[in-house]
């Protein structure tokens, strides 16, 4: 059995820059933002290192990685359950708003527009 290394300090910084960036209400430079993400991507990209207490810490490094490995093993650090909830949710606001009926507003809109 092969002992897995603990990410590199780097590595860690990446991730928290990668999760500044994605959480930045300011705009973010495009190229800053895929040389972060690409560097980052090729330490994921490394089988010998374990992972998982990075990307328990960090959703933007989980999210990379999860995109780095889908042909694998899919969507597989996305919790279903919350998955589910959303689309559910969804769901039934669009079906909610299928039942409403419509205003006077919407109604002349909607007769103009025809």
Request: charged fraction near 25%; glycine fraction near 2%; hydrophobic fraction near 45%.
């Amino acid at each position: 059995m092969k002992t897995l290394q603990a990410p590199t300090r780097s590595a860690a910084v990446l991730a928290q820059l990668l999760e500044r960036l994605d959480a930045s209400k300011q705009p973010v430079d495009a190229h800053q933002y895929r040389t972060v993400a690409a560097r980052l991507a090729d330490m994921l990209a490394d089988a010998d290192t374990d992972w998982q207490p990075l990307l328990q810490q960090s959703p933007a490094a989980a999210a990379l990685y999860e995109n780095l490995h889908y042909a694998d093993a899919g969507l597989c650090r996305s919790p279903l359950d919350a998955a589910m909830r959303a689309e559910m949710s969804a769901r039934d606001a669009i079906e909610a708003a299928r039942r409403r009926p419509a205003s006077p507003d919407t109604a002349a809109d909607a007769a103009s527009a025809g």
